[in-house]
């Protein structure tokens, strides 16, 4: 089963750290403790990766709001998934997660970004990686 990586998770408090800061001596906003609280516990387990169904429903509808800031798909509209290519040069999904993006939970999307990300082969890691950073604008 996919989880929600630790990485996730920091950016997540790090979204919530930027859209509502702490004030000087105040504890922090709901959002940003409870995916704390979760960061804190994956940190002192040593777990790269939790279930969301571990995440209290504070800590799941933090991270759901910041995940619904991220771009939705990989994609630059260079597809050779369409040619027959078993993974896309233009973003790096297979051609199953090319035709079942739309139906893929949000923990699943945020996996394969994970993964076309730490391979950075994909074409908008390099070749036309300004046509993504466009398209994410």
Same mark, same amino acid.
């Given at each position: 089963m996919t989880g929600i990586h630790i990485t996730d998770i920091e950016s997540a408090i790090n979204y919530w750290r930027t859209k509502a800061p702490s004030v000087e001596g105040a504890a922090l906003p709901p959002p940003t403790r409870a995916l704390a609280e979760v960061y804190a516990v994956m940190a002192f387990e040593r777990r790269p990766e939790i279930d969301e169904a571990a995440l209290s429903a504070a800590a799941w509808q933090a991270w759901l709001t910041w995940y619904?800031? +991220?771009?939705? +798909?990989?994609c630059i509209a260079i597809c050779s998934t369409s040619q027959g290519d078993e993974v896309c040069k233009g973003c790096g999904r297979t051609f199953a997660e090319v035709q079942h993006w739309t139906e893929m939970q949000p923990v699943q999307k945020r996996a394969t970004? #994970? #993964?076309?990300t730490q391979e950075g082969s994909a074409w908008r890691f390099n070749k036309y990686a300004e046509r993504a950073a466009e398209r994410q604008a």
């Open positions: 619904e800031s +991220t771009p939705d +798909t990989p970004w #994970r #993964r076309i």
